[in-house]
């Protein structure tokens, strides 16, 4: 897959700010690992892609957070905030477990991927 293609498949991602085509390029590089050919079949193309939209996503976003100035938004750690009489707060437990669990449950392009790697199936594993 080439950043073309990635951004033929996934518009969305075409003038996103923080994203361009070397960073692309470094997400589908940075799959290669993690996909085989021969057993993600029909399905590589759309699996390869979900992993990268979901790593460029997650770089955007550690990103964003990192020149993050403005004082309304919570911090990219926080699990509450308060804004006057309105306080907002998120269950740590849930938080931590779903990212625990799998780091792809984040992004709808990683469960996508996630979703797809069932399918597929994980292939043998050494232990």
Same mark, same amino acid.
């Given at each position: 897959?080439?950043?073309?293609?990635? =951004?033929?498949?996934?518009?969305?991602?075409? *003038? =996103?700010?923080? !994203?361009? *085509?070397? *960073?692309?390029?470094?997400? !589908?590089?940075?799959?290669?690992?993690?996909?085989?050919?021969?057993?993600?079949?029909?399905?590589?193309?759309?699996? +390869?892609?979900?992993?990268?939209?979901?790593? =460029?996503?997650?770089?955007?976003?550690?990103?964003? @957070?990192?020149?993050?100035?403005?004082?309304?938004?919570?911090?990219?750690?926080? !699990? *509450?905030?308060? @804004?006057?009489?309105?306080?907002?707060?998120?269950?740590?437990? =849930?938080? +931590?477990?779903?990212?625990?669990? #799998?780091?792809?449950? #984040?992004?709808?392009?990683?469960?996508?991927?996630?979703?797809?790697?069932? !399918?597929?199936?994980?292939?043998? +594993?050494?232990?």
């Amino acid at each position: 897959m080439t950043p073309a293609e990635f =951004l033929a498949r996934f518009p969305e991602f075409d *003038g =996103l700010d923080g !994203i361009a *085509g070397p *960073g692309i390029q470094a997400a !589908i590089d940075d799959a290669d690992p993690h996909f085989d050919v021969e057993r993600w079949g029909d399905l590589y193309t759309q699996g +390869l892609g979900n992993f990268v939209a979901h790593t =460029l996503l997650m770089r955007k976003k550690r990103h964003d @957070a990192m020149r993050n100035t403005n004082d309304t938004d919570p911090p990219p750690d926080a !699990i *509450g905030y308060k @804004a006057g009489d309105t306080e907002v707060k998120f269950s740590e437990k =849930l938080i +931590l477990y779903r990212v625990e669990k #799998s780091p792809y449950v #984040s992004t709808e392009y990683g469960q996508q991927y996630l979703y797809l790697r069932d !399918i597929v199936g994980a292939g043998a +594993l050494a232990v």
